[in-house]
């Protein structure tokens, strides 16, 4: 049985994103031990943790310049800093709009590998070959043009949706998933979703909040389109660093 690294993910933005994000690594981590030909055992799984704490909202900060509570950086870096003191070598932050925080989170702790999630899905898109993608997030993702500059970078373009498709998307995100009404988050994604293919044409469409997917997938209305979970690949990363000698 190959040795494994303890890892950490930072949650809590919002729990139900932080907690699905821990099943996620538990498949990934599978998947990592079957492409090693190893049986899937209780006890091959890594030592990770999870720090669900609560963090203000990361869209409404990025709107304010002032200081105060209502910024996300201290109850990050304090999370963070656990997950450093339990011996985590890399961690992953289970929230989009976090990662504006990520240059100033992984200057505070250098011995930890912060994984960035926009770029590992642009380096997993480029690999598979995809053409032209659209971006589902909140409006502070789109603001700190978050997944826009990790795509270029990759030689890929990106469709953003219009003023009134990120409101839809929006009451998604707080009316539906937060809120527990995931019939209405279905329906708001669903129809942006389809909006965007219809637009843009074959679309690979980036679930660039980690509450779309709770709302999308299994959607009948999107069977058709091209959707990726940035979270998913997030969660492959970490396994892949879990399981790295």
């Given at each position: 049985m190959a040795s494994t690294n303890v890892v950490g993910i930072l949650g809590g933005m919002g729990p139900a994103a932080g907690a699905d994000f821990v099943r996620l690594f538990v498949q990934a981590c599978a998947q990592q031990m079957r492409a090693r030909g190893e049986p899937v055992r209780d006890q091959s799984f890594p030592e990770h943790w999870l720090?669900?704490?609560?963090?203000?909202?990361?869209?409404?900060?990025?709107?304010?310049?002032?200081?105060?509570?209502?910024?996300?950086?201290?109850?990050?870096?304090?999370a963070l800093g656990r997950l450093?003191?339990?011996?985590?070598?890399?961690?992953?932050?289970?929230?989009?709009?976090?990662?504006?925080?990520h240059a100033r989170l992984q200057e505070r702790f250098p011995q930890v590998e912060?994984?960035?999630m926009a770029r590992e899905v642009a380096r997993h898109l480029a690999a598979q070959g995809t053409g032209s993608v659209a971006l589902m997030a909140t409006e502070g993702t789109y603001r700190v043009r978050l997944y826009e500059q990790a795509l270029a970078e990759a030689g890929l373009d990106c469709h953003v949706p219009l003023a009134e498709e990120r409101r839809i998307i929006t009451r998604g995100i707080f009316d539906g998933v937060k809120a527990g009404n995931m019939q209405l988050a279905e329906a708001c994604f669903s129809q942006v979703a389809l909006q965007l293919a219809e637009r843009h044409g074959p679309v690979t469409i980036i679930m660039g909040c980690t509450e779309v997917p709770l709302g999308l997938q299994g959607s009948a209305a999107v069977a058709g389109l091209s959707l990726?979970?940035?979270?998913q690949v997030l969660a492959a990363a970490l396994a892949r660093r879990a399981y790295r000698d």
């Amino acid at each position: 049985m190959a040795s494994t690294n303890v890892v950490g993910i930072l949650g809590g933005m919002g729990p139900a994103a932080g907690a699905d994000f821990v099943r996620l690594f538990v498949q990934a981590c599978a998947q990592q031990m079957r492409a090693r030909g190893e049986p899937v055992r209780d006890q091959s799984f890594p030592e990770h943790w999870l720090a669900q704490v609560p963090v203000p909202d990361r869209t409404d900060a990025l709107g304010s310049a002032e200081n105060g509570a209502h910024q996300p950086l201290e109850p990050m870096l304090q999370a963070l800093g656990r997950l450093a003191a339990l011996g985590s070598q890399a961690v992953a932050i289970a929230c989009n709009t976090a990662h504006a925080w990520h240059a100033r989170l992984q200057e505070r702790f250098p011995q930890v590998e912060l994984l960035h999630m926009a770029r590992e899905v642009a380096r997993h898109l480029a690999a598979q070959g995809t053409g032209s993608v659209a971006l589902m997030a909140t409006e502070g993702t789109y603001r700190v043009r978050l997944y826009e500059q990790a795509l270029a970078e990759a030689g890929l373009d990106c469709h953003v949706p219009l003023a009134e498709e990120r409101r839809i998307i929006t009451r998604g995100i707080f009316d539906g998933v937060k809120a527990g009404n995931m019939q209405l988050a279905e329906a708001c994604f669903s129809q942006v979703a389809l909006q965007l293919a219809e637009r843009h044409g074959p679309v690979t469409i980036i679930m660039g909040c980690t509450e779309v997917p709770l709302g999308l997938q299994g959607s009948a209305a999107v069977a058709g389109l091209s959707l990726v979970d940035p979270a998913q690949v997030l969660a492959a990363a970490l396994a892949r660093r879990a399981y790295r000698d």
